[in-house]
């Protein structure tokens, strides 16, 4: 998908609400969370299928949007690969079966999301962060309030007076707003992708600066600024510390473009493309029967 400089559009009305949901994560949840017994007309597990729809109505009757969409990654790899070709190696797959499994499950997901006219933008060479990040910053541009909907902590990067991210937890979740972010982190929304930067993703497969956890990099962040004053103040640092940060200059330069959500992608920008009138309410049975899933 081509990059483009913005997502921009006009005023929005003052309650209108932008409702970004992490597509995999939301399917993750369901796919693991419900047993495999809930299955179509074909006797093949639905449980994620099942679960996602039920979900969804849950999140729709929370944030009651008047725009919605809901991104995916794409299958292959991103261009984070092509930088860090260790970049998330290692995650279990399951067996080829449950592999082909998780993949229809997927396909019908987007059956049941366009059934409801609900837009699902999967960004091929990129993954669902930079098309939540690109709608989230056009978003903040055209004045529209937006809840982001994951369980990735990259995304906390995005959060702004107008954006809040919601992780579910349970029954329920937790909303960060850029206090939160700050009280959470010790640093505010817009350092967060250097502190990631600084201490690595054992989820991602990065690694950070050895000896330099969240407190330390909160801590040299809200002194020095962002990671191109730190590196320009090393000088001022122990010395342990600076040569530690000096000889993980590198690893945290391509750290940095590792965890930092793209906000340009070349993505509808009209925001009326995204609005959305909830239709009668669903229940996941009746909605999946509706697209011939289950009778």
């Not at 309650?15 to 693991?32: A, S």
């Not at 495999?36 to 979900?55: K, L, N, T, W």
């Not at 960060?176 to 959470?184: D, I, K, L, Q």
């Not at 320009?232 to 965890?259: F, G, I, K, T």
């Amino acid at each position: 998908m081509a990059r483009r400089r913005g997502c921009y559009a006009c005023a929005m009305i003052a309650h209108d609400h932008f409702l970004l949901v992490d597509g995999h994560h939301l399917f993750h949840r369901t796919y693991n969370a419900l047993p495999r017994s809930i299955v179509g007309r074909d006797g093949a597990p639905i449980q994620a299928v099942y679960g996602f729809a039920g979900s969804l109505q849950v999140l729709v009757r929370r944030f009651a949007p008047t725009h919605i969409a809901i991104p995916f990654d794409p299958h292959g790899r991103s261009f984070r690969h092509a930088l860090f070709p260790e970049y998330r190696t290692g995650r279990p797959r399951g067996t080829e079966e449950e592999v082909a499994n998780f993949e229809a499950q997927v396909g019908q997901v987007l059956q049941v999301l366009d059934y409801l006219g609900i837009m699902h933008p999967i960004p091929a060479g990129y993954e669902a962060d930079d098309a939540i990040g690109t709608l989230a910053h056009g978003a903040v541009a055209a004045g529209l309030r937006t809840t982001i909907v994951s369980g990735d902590r990259d995304l906390l990067q995005l959060v702004d007076p107008l954006v809040t991210v919601f992780m579910p937890k349970g029954k329920d979740g937790e909303s960060f707003t850029p206090a939160v972010v700050e009280e959470r982190w010790g640093v505010p929304p817009t350092r967060f992708a250097d502190l990631k930067a600084l201490i690595g993703d054992p989820s991602d497969r990065i690694p950070g600066v050895p000896g330099i956890g969240p407190r330390t990099a909160a801590a040299l962040l809200v002194q020095y600024g962002d990671l191109d004053a730190l590196y320009a103040a090393l000088d001022a640092l122990p010395a342990r510390q600076a040569a530690l940060l000096e000889s993980h200059r590198e690893r945290v330069q391509l750290n940095r473009r590792l965890v930092a959500s793209v906000t340009t992608l070349d993505l509808p920008c009209d925001f009326a493309t995204y609005r959305w009138s909830c239709p009668a309410p669903w229940t996941a049975s009746a909605l999946l029967a509706a697209v011939g899933l289950r009778d």
